[in-house]
């Protein structure tokens, strides 16, 4: 089945800078790739996602790049701030229509 | 409908007690979702339903472990014979189903089991 490796586990930043989060998957049918941020006590909410027919997306600040041939796929928070900072878990959607299969996940702490 | 709802909160329970948890997915939404996530892990995939159907199981989920969801709306997990490695956060999540494949889940809450 799918499996998801996501680095780093913790990634301290001081504030402004550029976080770089990545993961890899190996099942190369997988066609859906999203982003999860969790703050302490509270749910995952999808921040960004992309399709395996799209290379790269922007959303304000956020931006995830796929790179299909090589399995891996990228999150990257421009001019980061202190309420970045959160668990951060990416995800990977084997064929069809089949359960997310998540990686465990990469604290960021943001150091004003 | 502001979003999935789960309940409970938390719940605290002896070994070998039965506990029931219940989830609520947005309305409109026809798939759901269980997961697992214990500290430092990302959510671990559980089980899940297309309306009232189960559709997969995962190797994770002992025979201790059942799921419903009878009308294609909320859905129960119970879990048997409760044991100390059962202690985590049972998040639930929903989406819908498009064109294009699944959108992204909306996570609930979550359920924090304690087994003591």
């Known amino acids: 089945g799918e499996n998801v490796e996501q680095h780093p586990s913790t990634l301290s930043v001081q504030e402004g800078d550029s976080a770089v989060i990545k993961c890899t998957y190996s099942?190369?049918?997988?066609?859906?790739f999203p982003w999860y941020k969790q703050e302490l006590g509270k749910r995952p909410q999808l921040i960004i996602d992309?399709?395996?027919?799209?290379g790269e997306k922007k959303d304000q600040r956020i931006a995830v790049t796929l790179n299909k041939t090589a399995k891996h796929f990228s999150l990257h928070i421009t001019e980061t701030q202190p309420e970045d900072s959160a668990v951060y878990f990416c995800?990977?959607?084997?064929?069809?229509?089949?359960?997310?299969?998540f990686g465990k996940g990469t604290r960021l702490s943001v150091i004003a | 409908d502001t979003g999935v709802s789960q309940d409970p909160r938390h719940k605290i329970t002896k070994r070998g007690q039965n506990v029931t948890f219940r989830c609520d997915p947005i309305?409109?939404?026809?798939?759901l979702y269980w997961y697992r996530q214990t500290l430092g892990q990302g959510p671990e995939f559980l089980t899940y339903f297309q309306n009232e159907a189960q559709l997969e199981k995962s190797r994770l989920l002992s025979d201790r472990f059942s799921a419903e969801r009878p009308k294609g709306s909320f859905s129960t997990l119970e879990i048997q014979r409760t044991e100390q490695g059962d202690s985590a956060m049972y998040l639930c999540a929903s989406n819908v189903l498009l064109g294009q494949g699944a959108g992204g889940y909306t996570f609930g809450s979550g359920t924090r089991l304690t087994v003591v």
């Open positions: 992309i399709r395996s027919n799209v």
């Open positions: 309305s409109e939404h026809n798939r």
């Open positions: 995800a990977a959607r084997p064929s069809g229509n089949t359960p997310l299969v």
């Open positions: 099942d190369s049918a997988s066609n859906y």
